[in-house]
């Protein structure tokens, strides 16, 4: 699940969260806009009750307050503010002339008549729709009405204002607090759905791990299956496969085995009966036996080879365990030396104890001390090393021969595929197994094999494996072996060796 940039559970908790807020923010946008358009509708309706309670005043012919009869548009506009209050967020101002002249008692959020630019525009408008003007109280929707009585020949007209950003205030209020009960909604919901999602993949990691432990080990893990619900059925599925693996794994066991004892034992067979020969070495039939036990060694080598191939595919093929580099590289160095007469050299070891199967990885650096002999004459060098370097176990071994072509460099390492040999006049050996077990051994580390151009000239064949739990890193030890395969250690930590 997670090493790998983003884990099931996240993705599950993250989709969730993005439909809640999608669930939260599609109604609160939407309602905030339906409020607007309301209150839009209710200050329209506002203004023109406003205009038809003008209207509705014009027709009184005296001043209800004072009894005398209007004269001027100007003296009824003052009559009709004085008796009329304006609602919240609004206001009333009158303009005679192109200049402003009385406005309704009380506050306003903003005092319109006193901004020149304004005044001049209400005079200029010439119908009573109503319209949109921008003011440093916000949004305001105004509407003027014309007002002319008999006799009286001035521009009178009254101004009607409501402040729609005020009003809209409270509505807005209320937005942000369904906004910040929906997001404290959010984090509450996102924890839930964090641990609900955990609780419902259990299973699922519980499969994976059983899955992780199967690759190292054995084929007898099983789930445990609880209840009879999607994840039931998946486990109750999964240890199905496992019957299956293992029944097959059990049957691959029983043939490899019953085909190393048909193959080995004719081979044992024709091997004790020419050794009970008693032949002159000298003669004509000495010779064909020195070649029949030749080659009956060979078939015996590749039987084992070609068994080991085959199980490299098993869960059993390593046996992993505390290594230390040190022992491994110098041991090996010590056996190489019975392969033939080359100048044996450990350049480099990690001083270091790692987590593989220390069988195994010996074979390989063997196999390629076999292939470097074969590549090379007497009096070659022949140098095995190891190196702890930015996390991984990089193993090598390096002669000084022809080298790799670079187009073979990657076919060497497949099954039955023969590389020439270094010596002139020696045929090559084997039959291409050496180096595919080399690989098989490395990819079942979790590694890789690969052949690249020795510095000084020739080849030199490289495992990288991945350093599984290292105590210690960076100090390494130089070599030279006698004949015996022994020397004394020199610690020396190498420039540039190891991180």
Not at 83 to 97: E, K, M, R, T
Not at 145 to 161: F, I, K, N, S, Y
Not at 403 to 412: C, F, K, L, S, Y
Request: overall charge negative.
């Amino acid at each position: 699940m997670l090493g790998r940039s983003v884990t099931a559970r996240s993705r599950i908790v993250g989709w969730m969260l993005l439909l809640l807020s999608a669930a939260l923010a599609v109604p609160t946008f939407g309602i905030t806009i339906i409020w607007q358009t309301e209150l839009d509708r209710q200050i329209d309706a506002q203004l023109v009750s406003e205009a038809d309670e003008l209207r509705s005043f014009a027709r009184t012919p005296r001043d209800p307050h004072t009894g005398e009869r209007f004269t001027t548009g100007a003296s009824l506009l003052t009559a009709f503010m004085r008796l009329h209050s304006p609602g919240h967020n609004a206001a009333f101002f009158s303009i005679v002339d192109g200049r402003a002249d009385r406005r309704n008692p009380g506050y306003a959020p903003v005092y319109l008549d006193e901004d020149p630019e304004v005044v001049a525009l209400m005079a200029r408008t010439t119908d009573t729709h109503v319209r949109w003007l921008d003011s440093s109280a916000g949004k305001v929707r105004y509407g003027v009405v014309p007002v002319q009585l008999a006799g009286d020949h001035t521009d009178t007209r009254l101004v009607l204002v409501v402040f729609r950003d005020r009003e809209l205030q409270q509505e807005r209020h209320m937005a942000r607090l369904l906004l910040a009960s929906g997001s404290f909604a959010m984090v509450v919901a996102g924890l839930a759905s964090w641990l609900v999602a955990g609780r419902v993949l259990a299973p699922i990691r519980l499969v994976r791990q059983t899955a992780e432990r199967i690759s190292e080990t054995d084929l007898t893990q099983r789930l445990p299956v609880r209840g009879n619900d999607d994840v039931a059925e998946l486990a109750e599925t999964f240890n199905h496969m496992l019957d299956r693996l293992s029944g097959a794994f059990i049957a691959q066991r029983q043939f490899l085995d019953e085909v190393a004892h048909e193959l080995r034992t004719p081979i044992t067979v024709l091997r004790g009966h020419l050794e009970l020969m008693d032949e002159d070495p000298d003669s004509q039939r000495g010779q064909t036996q020195a070649l029949l036990f030749d080659e009956l060694d060979r078939m015996r080598r590749i039987v084992d080879d070609l068994l080991l191939l085959a199980r490299a595919e098993r869960p059993d093929f390593l046996s992993l365990g505390q290594t230390s580099l040190t022992d491994l590289v110098v041991d090996t160095a010590a056996k190489a030396q019975a392969l033939g007469p080359r100048r044996w050299t450990v350049a480099e070891v990690a001083d270091v104890s790692v987590h593989l199967d220390e069988q195994r990885v010996t074979q390989a650096l063997m196999q390629l001390a076999v292939n470097a002999v074969g590549h090379t004459g007497e009096g070659d060098a022949i140098e095995i090393g190891s190196r702890l370097w930015r996390g991984r176990v990089v193993l090598w071994v390096t002669d000084t021969g022809p080298g790799v072509a670079p187009d073979d460099r990657e076919r060497i390492f497949q099954c039955f595929y023969q590389g020439g040999s270094a010596v002139p006049g020696r045929a090559a050996s084997g039959i291409g197994l050496g180096l595919a077990l080399v690989r098989e051994i490395a990819q079942a580390h979790d590694g890789v094999a690969h052949v690249e151009e020795a510095p000084g000239g020739g080849a030199r064949f490289v495992i990288d494996l991945p350093a599984r739990h290292p105590t210690t890193e960076g100090t390494f030890c130089e070599q030279d072996l006698d004949s015996r395969g022994r020397g004394k250690n020199r610690r020396v930590r190498r420039k540039g060796a190891a991180p």
